[in-house]
T-cell receptor
């Protein structure tokens, strides 16, 4: 079974500090793609960052970076220099190469950035 | 600007009534999806469509129906058979080729009157 687990329902961080959101997943497939989505209070889902499983180099997008550990099936998101606008729900997701139409989402982590 | 438009933003349903949620995209994407989101939970797939005039059930299709008569449009009907329709509904689309991510609309919140 394909599953995604986000073990931190809620986290807080002070503005300008760094925070890491954890995500583990389970799949028997070897080729897959991982994503982090952000859902602010406005409720729109926004793609934050993505990673191809066959790439060893961790993806980065400005203040957002991932720590991808394929053997451990771990895909954590690091947010540096946290800003108030980062307050949102963050969802980890993946899809496998054999079915691009099936995205597996975690239950989300609510991040509160405090001033 | 290209994107996905969902309407209405808020919708209220009376008992025994069918309601239709609109989803339109101008991204020229072939694949479109409907998800349901309940408080504190992730997204659950209701239906998806890979091409015009074709669609498949997702994990929680019971009580819902869809159509895909045009590439740009993928409306979702919440039927009276859906006994617990109160939720946030998200529409998404995805381009083909490689590991394209899904792009989402702003969502529709459906409540029971």
């Amino acid at each position: 079974a394909q599953t995604v687990t986000q073990s931190q329902p809620e986290m807080s961080v002070q503005e300008a500090e760094t925070v890491t959101l954890s995500c583990t997943y389970d799949t028997s497939e070897n080729n897959y793609y991982l994503f982090w989505y952000k859902q602010p209070p406005s409720r729109q889902m926004i793609l934050v960052i993505r990673q191809e499983a066959y790439k060893q180099q961790n993806a980065t997008e400005n203040r957002f970076s991932v720590n991808f550990q394929k053997a451990a099936k771990s895909f954590s998101l690091k947010i540096s220099d946290s800003q108030l606008g980062d307050t949102a729900m963050y969802f980890c997701a993946f899809m496998t190469e054999d079915n691009f139409n099936k995205f597996y989402f975690g239950s989300g982590t609510k991040l509160n950035v405090k001033p | 600007d290209g994107g996905i438009t969902q309407s209405p933003k808020y919708l209220f349903r009376k008992e025994g009534q069918n309601v239709t949620l609109s989803c339109e995209q101008n991204l020229n994407h072939d694949a479109m999806y409907w998800y349901r989101q309940d408080p504190g939970q992730g997204l659950r797939l209701i239906y998806y469509s890979q091409i015009v005039n074709d669609f498949q059930k997702g994990d929680i299709a019971e009580g819902y129906s869809v159509s895909r008569e045009k590439k740009e449009s993928f409306p979702l009907t919440v039927t009276s058979a859906q006994k617990n329709p109160t939720a946030f509904y998200l529409c998404a689309s995805r381009g083909t080729g490689g590991y394209q991510p899904q792009h989402f609309g702003d969502g529709t919140r459906l409540s029971i009157l």
